[in-house]
């Protein structure tokens, strides 16, 4: 359903060519969001001030234990689409799709600081962020409902290419009949030198259908 209405790109347009590419997006690329869907629903939202026109400027790539595939599209916003894929890495695979926004980054300075949030301060039934509630939505079998280890690979357009290690939850809370705004709560480690660099992350998010999209190329 995807791959029917996304844009194709120029393949002889320059770009990274190892970098990850999907339903038309790709490093350097740019895509516009529906401006009336923007601004129907960003009064429920979080995020204040959402831009319609994306400049994407890195790629990520996670390979998900499920056997499918997490693409990231950070852009000039402060933003990034996220599409993911089941069973192959094309627009016949793309199961979902959402734009983040990052909320809130926090330098965690010490060992023990790491594993309390690690063990404790990710996970969590109820997620409380400036006043509202989001609910957890991987839940395990059991009481313990760990945060989700996983590792991307991001790839920058002046060639980095750099891995970071990331331990997350996903959140979400009701804005309508219809709609959900999600939460992502992430702790992220990457070594810098011989030290290792942490934070925690949090971004919040929406859905977005094909006809939210339109892929400049």
């Known amino acids: 359903m995807f791959g029917k209405l996304f844009g194709k790109k120029d393949k002889e347009q320059a770009h990274k060519p190892d970098s990850p590419e999907i339903m038309g997006l790709y490093l350097g690329?740019?895509?516009?969001?529906?401006?009336?869907?923007?601004?129907?629903?960003?009064?429920?939202?979080?995020?204040?001030?959402?831009?319609?026109?994306?400049?994407?400027?890195?790629?990520?790539?996670?390979?998900?234990?499920?056997?499918?595939?997490m693409f990231r599209f950070y852009t000039d916003d402060d933003a990034f689409l996220q599409v993911i894929t089941d069973g192959g890495e094309t627009e016949n695979h793309i199961t979902d799709v959402k734009l983040w926004y990052f909320y809130d980054t926090k330098t965690v300075g010490s060992e023990t600081q790491w594993q309390e949030l690690i063990n404790n301060g990710i996970s969590q039934p109820v997620y409380s962020l400036d006043g509202d509630d989001y609910e957890r939505v991987w839940d395990a079998v059991g009481e313990v409902s760990p945060p989700v280890a996983m590792t991307e690979t991001t790839f920058e357009q002046d060639g980095d290419v750099t891995t970071t290690d990331q331990f997350v939850m996903l959140y979400e809370k009701s804005i309508s009949e219809d709609?959900?705004?999600?939460?992502?709560?992430?702790?992220?480690?990457?070594?810098?030198?011989?030290?290792?660099?942490r934070c925690l992350v949090i971004s919040t998010g929406?859905?977005?259908?094909?006809?939210?999209?339109?892929?400049n190329g």
């Open 29 to 69: 690329g740019s895509f516009e969001l529906d401006p009336l869907k923007l601004k129907l629903i960003e009064p429920t939202l979080k995020v204040n001030g959402a831009a319609s026109k994306h400049l994407i400027q890195a790629v990520g790539k996670v390979i998900l234990d499920t056997g499918g595939t």
């Open 179 to 197: 709609e959900v705004e999600a939460m992502l709560v992430s702790g992220e480690e990457k070594i810098v030198g011989n030290n290792h660099d």
């Open 206 to 215: 929406f859905n977005l259908s094909p006809a939210d999209i339109i892929i």
